[in-house]
């Protein structure tokens, strides 16, 4: 029992590691605006399935993760990390029984308060030009929402995590 409780949490986890490594490996100054936010909608679905175990303190310590990884201003990822998993703890129920179709909307929401966080920080740190460039990836969320979903599903039954 122990052993499949560790199994688990390590699934988890290295899910998280393989969505980092998604977001950032594949990085091209070309096409930063078009790269899904795999973090972000992973720690939603995560937070989603089994709050008691994903929650704040993962979205702050994956926050602080990808603010390294991105050499960025440490805290930027950390807070709006944080802000996601709080809003999608406080709305749970609500996205937990939605349609798929109405899930993504709820993410292209949680994506573009995300990408506002972020802009509003550096905005008012450096001297940051707008661009609607930056809230592409929010549509691009939400369509690979369903996507996202369909994968885990079929991971998640072929190995029983949870």
């Keep these: ?10 699934n988890i986890y290295c899910s ?3 969505a980092i490594i998604l977001q950032y490996v594949l990085f091209f100054s070309i096409t930063w605006y ?8 992973l720690l939603i679905y995560w937070i989603v399935l089994i709050p008691n175990k994903i929650n704040i303190g993962t979205g702050f310590f994956l ?5 390294c990884i991105s050499c960025s201003t440490l ?7 944080s802000i996601i998993s709080y809003l999608t703890i406080r709305k749970i ?8 179709w109405q899930q ?28 609607p460039k930056i809230f592409y990836n929010c549509i691009l969320d939400g369509i690979m929402w369903p996507v996202l979903i369909f994968l885990i599903h079929k991971i998640n039954n072929s190995s029983k995590i949870c």
């Design 1 to 10: 029992m122990y052993n499949f409780y560790i199994y688990k949490i390590c």
């Design 16 to 18: 998280f590691a393989v």
């Design 34 to 41: 078009l790269q899904p936010s795999w973090t972000m909608m």
């Design 63 to 67: 926050g602080l993760i990808l603010d």
């Design 75 to 81: 805290g930027i990822q950390t807070l709006s990390m």
């Design 93 to 100: 129920y609500l996205f937990r029984h939605t349609y798929v």
């Design 104 to 131: 993504s909307i709820f993410i292209v929401l949680f994506s573009f308060i995300n990408q506002n966080i972020k802009f509003l920080i550096q905005f008012l740190m450096f001297s940051v030009s707008y661009s």
